[in-house]
């Protein structure tokens, strides 16, 4: 993708990744620019004929009872901005302060949150210069949206805070002046409309959830590559089976699997003596448990994706074509949708993460690995092999255990009981990350001890494609030939997994 056109569109989940993670350059479309002109007039004329309308010229929460004087409202939108800064913990990856400015410029390219072209075109300007504003992850309770991280976003805006520009953490306003951009004065309602919305929440989430929709792919994979080295049987994967229960994610890991084993030797050598009815529902219902946690993402994906071009400001502006129109205070800032897909698809990754350990334990176990040495090790005793990597994955699956705990039902009410129902959306999204990132681990783990699972199996070998997945592997870290240390081998295969490069099978 060259660049990327918003329009206040509905954004997939690669188009995001193709700006938060390859720097596609970004535009904005005439029809956008109009629509913010058209709602920008309707503020102007709410101004020009003393209306009270929050946000625009009262207080905010709950002193939104309290006018604010024509004279005081440009300080009234940055007050709101330093005020709302005060988020805590380590700042979000460059990617996702990059996914971040792209959501609330393509939500303001929707033309709803009364704000001038300059503002929008400033957030795209920081995008396309590399200017990413510094903003720590903790704080959002996810209603009224992601306040303080969108306020940390806001204050590059108007030349203060912090941002990371080609690798260097500096001032907000050094920032700007080195790619050449200038800050903006605030004017009514423009703080309000960059603080208003769920791009925090939805940036982690989008990011993580495409990690996770890579992670079952080749979850298929490393359990087919196990299935091989256990000399297991793919008659659970037969079509007619998942036809009689045709639910779309287990009908397509069903196929995928049939696809990675076709023209296997290992399975031919043992076909004719094989005295198994059914393999360990760990090998056998991969297309069911692999299958259902496809369904879940692509439900979390549909909701990110929906979110990703909403309206998520208060108030909204309508224009009308007469020149007047309305502006209506509402709740679409509210993270519930997002909060609970969230908790959903942690729930999913969760089990994904321990159905792929439960096979790296046949794998090494010496009671149920189908004769393979114990621990995978070339002198078992002498040497320990794999041992400690089950172990590492066991630790990995509990964190995600408690991780799994729904953030969605925790709301406690804030702001002096006005926003008294909250999503903790921005926590789901965290916590949905560090699962993704730990079965990514779990991962790394199973394909090391699958593919040295393999090599004991030679001269005998497996699929056209699982042997080019397990060169793959090998190009990635080496065989385990004498004990040595795991950690950068496991760091090395899920850092390669995380940047696509084991995707490099397929070719």
Same mark, same amino acid.
């Given at each position: 993708? !060259? ?54 010229? *009262?207080?905010?929460? =709950?002193?939104? !009872? ?44 929707? #033309? ?14 920081? +995008? ?11 704080? @959002? ?47 009514? =309602?423009?703080?309000?409309? +960059? ?13 993580? *959830? @495409? ?10 994979? @490393? ?14 994967? !037969? ?9 779309? $994610? ?25 005295? %198994? ?16 946690? /496809? ?6 994906? $549909?909701? +990110? ?6 309206? *998520? !400001? ?37 089990? +994904?993460? $321990? ?6 334990? /046949? ?17 078992? #005793? ?44 921005? *926590? ?32 005998? =070998?497996? @699929?056209? =494609? ?15 030939? %004498? ?25």
């Amino acid at each position: 993708m !060259d660049k990327l056109i918003l329009n206040g569109q509905a954004l997939t989940l690669p188009e995001i990744e193709a700006v938060a993670l390859a720097g596609c350059r970004v535009e904005v479309a005439g029809d956008a620019l109009r629509r913010v002109k058209e709602s920008r007039v309707l503020i102007e004329n709410i101004l020009a004929a003393g209306e009270t309308v929050y946000g625009v010229n *009262t207080g905010f929460g =709950k002193l939104a !009872d309290v006018r604010i004087p024509g004279d005081k409202l440009a300080e009234l939108q940055i007050n709101l901005v330093r005020s709302h800064a005060g988020g805590v913990g380590e700042p979000l990856a460059e990617a996702e302060s990059r996914a971040m400015l792209l959501l609330r410029a393509n939500v303001l390219a929707k #033309g709803f949150s009364g704000v001038r072209t300059e503002l929008l075109e400033l957030l795209v300007d920081l +995008l396309n210069a590399g200017v990413h504003p510094v903003i720590p992850e903790k704080g @959002s309770v996810g209603a009224s949206g992601d306040l303080a991280p969108l306020a940390h976003l806001a204050l590059v805006v108007v030349g203060e805070g912090e941002a990371f520009y080609r690798g260097e953490r500096i001032s907000g306003a050094e920032a700007l002046r080195r790619a050449g951009l200038k800050p903006l004065q605030l004017t009514a =309602k423009e703080g309000l409309a +960059l603080l208003n919305g769920t791009q925090a929440m939805t940036a982690v989430g989008a990011l993580a *959830t @495409s990690r996770a929709l890579r992670v079952v792919e080749l979850c298929d994979l @490393s359990g087919a590559m196990s299935l091989e080295a256990l000399k297991g049987t793919p008659a659970a994967f !037969d079509e007619r089976i998942h036809q009689a229960r045709p639910h779309a $994610g287990q009908i397509k890991a069903a196929d995928h699997l049939r696809e990675l084993l076709e023209g296997s030797e290992i399975r031919e050598s043992h076909r004719e003596h094989d005295t %198994r009815v059914q393999d360990a529902y760990c090998l056998r219902c991969m297309p069911q448990v692999h299958g259902a946690v /496809r369904g879940v993402l692509g439900h979390v994906a $549909g909701v +990110l994706e929906t979110e990703a071009g909403s309206a *998520t !400001d208060n108030p909204l502006v309508f224009p009308d074509v007469s020149g007047g129109g309305a502006v209506i205070s509402g709740g679409n800032f509210h993270g519930a949708p997002l909060s609970y897909a969230f908790d959903y698809a942690a729930l999913a990754m969760t089990d +994904l993460a $321990g159905i792929t350990e439960r096979r790296v334990d /046949r794998l090494l176990n010496p009671d149920i690995n189908e004769g393979l040495p114990a621990f995978l090790s070339n002198d078992p #005793g002498l040497s320990s092999g794999f041992m400690i990597a089950q172990i590492v994955a066991a630790a990995l699956i509990n964190e995600c255990q408690v991780l799994s705990h729904p953030s969605s039902t925790g709301s406690i009410p804030t702001d002096g009981g006005k926003e008294d129902h909250v999503s903790m959306g921005m *926590t789901g999204a965290i916590k949905l990350r560090q699962i993704v990132e730990h079965t990514e681990r779990i991962l790394a783990i199973e394909l090391m001890c699958a593919a040295q699972a393999l090599e004991f199996r030679r001269p005998l =070998k497996s @699929s056209t =494609k699982i042997e080019a997945a397990h060169g793959v592997v090998r190009w990635v870290i080496p065989r385990l030939e %004498r004990d040595r240390v795991l950690s950068p081998d496991i760091d090395a295969l899920s850092g390669a997994i995380r940047a696509g490069k084991l995707d490099a099978w397929r070719e």
